[in-house]
């Protein structure tokens, strides 16, 4: 799915997915949604293996069901069944791990690590740089975004206001373009 997607983002004849108001959002929320499905986990510490066993024992898919809607509507319900106090005990021991999943607190955690130790071996930095290439004003990024340029010409007929309204309207109804142009220039 990640390897279509980045052919319709990349194909340069047609600019309708790179232009499109919420095709990068809706896809954007699948992959994570997919993402999310495979790499999720639940742990639990050995020690606890048979009381959770236990209480597996005790659920239904139906007291699954209902206690979650119930949950869904109050998040402070007391639980009233059996199978609904083994489901919010079941919670207390049973911890969700979500590793390698795009914008979660395992990834932030996991980057926060990784920073972290580059401190501890490397030091803390001394410099602190940003790049931030001006895509509106660069005939790259407004060659990338589709529009047709003669390098030549560029700055003989210009009009500043128009102009620059253009190449900013451009690169806003193109971001793939504007990220391309981004990577292109720190390279």
């Not at 059996?82 to 005990?89: I, N, S």
């Not at 790049?131 to 509106?136: A, K, Q």
């Not at 047709?148 to 007929?157: A, C, K, N, S």
């Amino acid at each position: 799915m990640r390897t279509h997607t980045a052919y319709l983002l990349q194909s340069k004849p047609n600019l309708r997915f790179q232009t499109h108001l919420s095709f990068l959002f809706v896809i954007g929320n699948i992959l994570q949604r997919r993402q999310t499905s495979f790499n999720a986990k639940l742990a639990v510490k050995r020690s606890w293996f048979p009381h959770v066993e236990m209480l597996l024992g005790k659920l239904s898919d139906n007291t699954i069901n209902e206690f979650s809607e119930k949950l869904k509507k109050n998040p402070f319900v007391h639980p009233e069944t059996e199978g609904e106090k083994a489901a919010m005990q079941l919670m207390r021991y049973i911890n969700y791990v979500g590793e390698d999943i795009p914008g979660s607190m395992s990834e932030v955690q996991n980057m926060r690590e990784e920073l972290f130790s580059l401190v501890n071996t490397n030091g803390l930095p001394h410099v602190f740089l940003t790049l931030n290439p001006s895509d509106t004003n660069n005939p790259i990024a407004q060659v990338l975004a589709g529009r047709d340029i003669d390098l030549d010409q560029v700055f003989h007929y210009m009009n500043l206001h128009t102009e620059n309204l253009e190449r900013s309207t451009c690169i806003a109804q193109n971001p793939i373009a504007a990220a391309q142009f981004f990577h292109i220039s720190v390279r």
